[in-house]
């Protein structure tokens, strides 16, 4: 199945409209069933442990539940680390915020394109970047400019993203069974086909030795990405 890019409904609705409000408590479950979060934090806890984050950076983080739910299952994160939730939008729940400071964290929302916003984000050892269901949005010449930044700029990048394959693009067209509204069921089919299969971030990814990276399937729906600085490694300013 060939990669395919196609405008998504949510993306073109105002925040207030009932339609994206829907929409957006459809996501959240349609991510609790994904268990993006999950993934993520089995994945980054054994690195986390080593080599604890100072900054966390989350790109595209919509309403902030998976940072949240991230946080949750990474008890070991220290309460000072800073959190960035970076969104064109103006969806980051405050109960989110609120659950964020609970844990001890001081969360910051930057309201900006993403890709704009890194490229001003000063250097800072410990800087981590998450992307949940984000990178699919973008062509691959803008992935790879985008990537080449993340490059620059961080130690450990982290993105699961809509896998491009059979059995996903069957579930996102039964969504229907779940009570998920049209904006939903439209935007879940052309986020498999835009999504990922086997290798295609790590080939956009600035061919260098600094780095270690693992690509694959994960879960039922899910393709994950993570580049990690190699050890000794360090940062080249821009």
């Given at each position: 199945?060939?990669?395919?890019?196609?405008?998504?409904?949510?993306?073109?609705?105002?925040?207030?409209?009932?339609?994206?409000?829907?929409?957006?408590?459809?996501?959240?479950?349609?991510?609790?069933?994904?268990?993006?979060?999950?993934?993520?934090?089995?994945?980054?806890?054994p690195?986390?442990r080593?080599?604890?984050?100072?900054?966390?950076v989350d790109?595209?983080?919509?309403?902030?539940?998976?940072?949240?739910?991230?946080?949750?299952?990474?008890?070991?994160?220290?309460?000072?680390?800073?959190?960035?939730?970076?969104?064109?939008?103006?969806?980051v729940?405050?109960?989110?915020?609120?659950?964020?400071?609970d844990?001890?964290?001081?969360?910051?929302?930057?309201?900006?394109?993403?890709?704009?916003?890194?490229?001003?984000?000063?250097?800072?050892?410990?800087?981590?970047?998450?992307?949940?269901?984000?990178?699919?949005?973008?062509t691959?010449?803008h992935?790879?400019?985008?990537?080449?930044?993340?490059?620059?700029?961080?130690?450990?990048?982290?993105?699961?993203?809509?896998?491009r394959?059979?059995?996903?693009?069957?579930?996102?067209?039964?969504?229907?069974?779940?009570?998920?509204?049209a904006?939903?069921?439209?935007?879940?089919?052309?986020?498999?086909?835009?999504?990922?299969?086997?290798?295609?971030?790590?080939a956009?990814?600035?061919?260098?030795?600094?780095?270690?990276?693992?690509?694959?399937?994960?879960?039922?729906?899910?393709?994950?990405?993570?580049?990690?600085?190699?050890?000794?490694?360090?940062?080249?300013?821009?």
């Amino acid at each position: 199945m060939d990669r395919c890019l196609a405008p998504e409904l949510l993306d073109e609705l105002p925040g207030h409209d009932p339609r994206a409000q829907r929409s957006r408590r459809d996501l959240r479950r349609i991510n609790a069933w994904m268990g993006n979060a999950r993934l993520a934090a089995a994945c980054l806890a054994p690195v986390a442990r080593r080599t604890p984050p100072r900054r966390i950076v989350d790109l595209g983080a919509g309403d902030g539940t998976f940072l949240l739910r991230l946080t949750q299952l990474m008890p070991d994160l220290a309460s000072g680390t800073e959190l960035v939730l970076v969104d064109q939008g103006n969806a980051v729940d405050e109960r989110v915020l609120t659950g964020l400071r609970d844990r001890g964290f001081h969360p910051r929302v930057e309201q900006a394109d993403a890709w704009a916003w890194l490229r001003e984000l000063p250097t800072k050892s410990g800087t981590w970047v998450l992307a949940n269901l984000f990178l699919h949005h973008f062509t691959a010449s803008h992935l790879r400019a985008a990537l080449a930044t993340l490059s620059e700029r961080t130690d450990l990048c982290c993105a699961c993203e809509p896998r491009r394959a059979a059995w996903p693009l069957m579930a996102s067209r039964l969504l229907w069974f779940i009570g998920a509204n049209a904006v939903t069921r439209h935007d879940a089919v052309v986020s498999v086909r835009a999504g990922f299969a086997g290798q295609e971030l790590s080939a956009l990814w600035p061919g260098n030795t600094d780095w270690h990276l693992r690509e694959h399937r994960t879960g039922l729906f899910s393709h994950l990405f993570l580049a990690q600085r190699a050890s000794g490694a360090t940062h080249v300013s821009p």
